[in-house]
């Protein structure tokens, strides 16, 4: 979520640290930073807010809040919190709510304004939505999305005079099978019972997709004077489950899916009357509310105990009052704990454990000290067959010279079909392992100068979907580079795959097609109950350079002497090469009237940049000139 920094600051009467600062400050108590960018005169941090606390963080008012706690701002921010108290409403006789499916729908609020006059947003308002990414529309529908942007709360604003009856009526009902309806963008969507909307409680025509977008039946638009805005709690999967179906994701739909608390349509509906009269004019003819089944907030107990052996430290009873005081919660203290209340916008706060995660990252996640992890001898584990059948193979084909390679899941062709395909080519679940081992194989082929390799071979081990059911694969495949006397793409394969079925004895006989063996697994076990680690050694990782690499080749008479030795050579090369020489290999010797002829294949490339065959050359210059020094003669 892009938040803008001017607009974090209305929160709190002194300024704010930097959006840097700020940054950095969530970073390490909150949520990860994807950026600041400064955008006119804001800064504008994007910050990535997951799916625990969607509820809350999903708007300013929410990360103003986080600031609040981190910083020990609390009675700063409480001033000026627009959840600070509960907004009280004339009810209206001009509107009214209506709820069909109340599994689906906990609360519904309406306003009704009269007399507004549609016309660009002040310039501040219009600011304040482009920092977040928004493109202004209008005064009453950037209001909406203003104080969906400050709350977390969505709204939606429908042209009154377009409603049927003398009082208009909203209704959250279950679409009818076969429903139609044209979205505000032109789309049309067939609905179903499975989906909510929102419907003129007079006529039952369709006016929006509840929780995910409006209609344009009763769109405002320029010549609109009198609206309803609608304010309602939708059930959270409900709205997950209609958007996927629709493949129809809005900032609305996002919000609804992280389940924002019943209680803030009030107080959206109260800060959106008061930002359109004061920018659109119009007179409030009052508000409808339906809430049902309102919710208590029940107390979470927790104990000191429990949150330093979680958290791993050693926090008195003064230490975590302290932290809970800086999140403004309610709390009762109790023999050995505390109880604490959520807010009414913590839906996320529901067991001990959440309170003490609360606890620990505000406490500080680097003030948590590191701690071996206790080991209780007398527990014994039984290893999955799976895990332990891959890592036989894997000792086995590594050891051959194999390396393993992860292929994607996802193909272009296959038994079973995605019902949301990230792409064109991604669209079925795979149905064999060789087509992506082949592919591997090739690109594999194109670095096989870079690595020294007269061959490629690879093995992956996986699952695919075939005949109905997921089915454990293993697919080996080799590729022969340089020509050998009595060697194959098939022989490579056919005899690895031999040794291997030496050590796994229940492997089924196969043989090679175009240098790939795929075998199933499903009745293949594990030689041994248990896997010992200790065959392997500590090996430091670099990675592929994604700069082209420059081949060479150099080739010379050397005088036979007994220090004129092939390590000698490889040694005076690879010195001379310097960090840019990344293999030196010998292809070819031979002797002849006293002298010995060296052939050097010399792989080139850079971490940080292409090289320039200007550089090359003056490398190779420097490595002919130390062999000529040697006595050699360039070939």
């Given at each position: 979520?892009?938040v803008s920094h001017n607009w974090l600051q209305t929160y709190f009467e002194k300024p704010l640290p930097s959006a840097e600062e700020c940054a950095e400050l969530l970073t390490f108590h909150s949520f ?604």
């Amino acid at each position: 979520m892009k938040v803008s920094h001017n607009w974090l600051q209305t929160y709190f009467e002194k300024p704010l640290p930097s959006a840097e600062e700020c940054a950095e400050l969530l970073t390490f108590h909150s949520f990860e930073i994807e950026g600041v960018e400064q955008v006119g005169d804001d800064f504008v941090i994007d910050v990535d807010v997951l799916a625990n606390r969607g509820s809350d963080c999903l708007c300013h008012r929410g990360i103003a809040g986080e600031l609040a706690t981190i910083l020990g701002r609390r009675e700063e921010f409480a001033k000026r919190d627009p959840l600070g108290h509960v907004p009280d409403m004339a009810q209206a006789e001009s509107v009214a709510v209506r709820i069909d499916d109340s599994a689906r729908v906990a609360r519904m609020s309406a306003a009704h304004i009269e007399g507004v006059r549609i016309a660009p947003s002040p310039e501040w308002l219009q600011a304040r939505l482009r920092a977040t990414g928004q493109k202004p529309i209008n005064n009453v529908v950037d209001a909406t999305n203003y104080v969906m942007f400050s709350l977390g709360q969505p709204l939606h604003a429908f042209d009154a005079d377009k409603l049927a009856g003398g009082t208009k009526t909203l209704v959250a009902r279950s679409a009818h099978e076969g429903e139609k309806i044209t979205t505000l963008t032109k789309e049309v969507y067939e609905l179903d019972p499975s989906v909510l909307v929102i419907a003129d409680g007079t006529n039952n025509a369709p006016l929006g997709i509840a929780g995910i977008k409006g209609g344009t039946v009763a769109e405002v638009t320029n010549d609109t004077t009198n609206i309803i805005i609608e304010a309602a709690n939708f059930n959270y999967v409900a709205v997950r489950r209609a958007s996927r179906a629709l493949k129809l994701q809005t900032d609305a739909s996002v919000r609804f899916q992280n389940q924002p608390a019943p209680e803030l349509t009030l107080y959206a509906l109260r800060d959106v009357v008061a930002l359109i009269l004061d920018i659109a004019g119009g007179t409030s003819q009052g508000i409808a509310d339906l809430f049902e089944t309102p919710r208590g907030q029940t107390p979470i107990p927790v104990s000191y105990a429990a949150i330093n052996e979680v958290l791993g430290v050693s926090l008195d009873e003064e230490e975590v009052i302290s932290i809970l005081k800086r999140f403004g919660w309610e709390y009762t203290i109790n023999d050995g704990g505390i109880e604490v209340t959520p807010p009414l916008e913590r839906t996320d706060l529901t067991i001990p454990e959440d309170v003490i995660e609360e606890i620990g990252r505000i406490h500080g996640y680097r003030s948590l000290p590191a701690q071996a992890i206790e080991v209780d001898e007398r527990v014994s584990t039984v290893a999955n067959p799976r895990w332990l059948l891959s890592q036989e193979i894997r000792s086995v084909l590594i050891s051959l010279g194999f390396s393993e390679v992860y292929t994607y899941q996802l193909r272009d062709t296959g038994e079973l079909q995605l019902a949301n395909a990230l792409a064109s080519d991604k669209g079925y679940v795979r149905s064999s392992l060789k087509e992506g081992v082949r592919e591997a194989l090739e690109k594999n082929a194109y670095h096989a100068p870079l690595l020294g390799l007269e061959k490629i071979r690879i093995f992956e081990i996986g699952v695919v979907w075939r005949e109905g059911k997921e089915e454990f694969v293993l697919a080996h495949g080799a590729w022969l580079l340089k020509k050998q006397k009595g060697t194959t793409h098939d022989s490579l394969v056919e005899d690895a795959y031999a040794v291997l079925a030496k050590a796994i004895p229940t492997l089924p006989d196969e043989k090679a097609i175009d240098g790939i063996i795929e075998v199933s697994l499903e009745n293949v076990q594990p030689t041994r109950a248990a896997y010992d680690t200790s065959q392997y050694q500590q090996v430091r990782y670099t990675p592929i350079s994604p700069y082209p690499f420059v081949l060479r080749d150099i080739a010379f008479w050397a005088p036979d002497a007994d220090d004129a030795t092939e390590e000698f050579f490889a040694t005076l090369i690879t010195e001379q090469g310097g960090s840019l020489l990344i293999r030196a290999d010998l292809f070819d010797t031979f002797s002849k009237e006293g002298k010995t002829s060296y052939a050097y294949h010399l792989v080139f490339q850079s971490q940080e940049r292409t090289l320039t065959d200007e550089e090359v050359n003056t490398i190779m210059e420097g490595i002919s000139d130390a062999l000529i020094e040697r006595g050699c003669e360039i070939r």
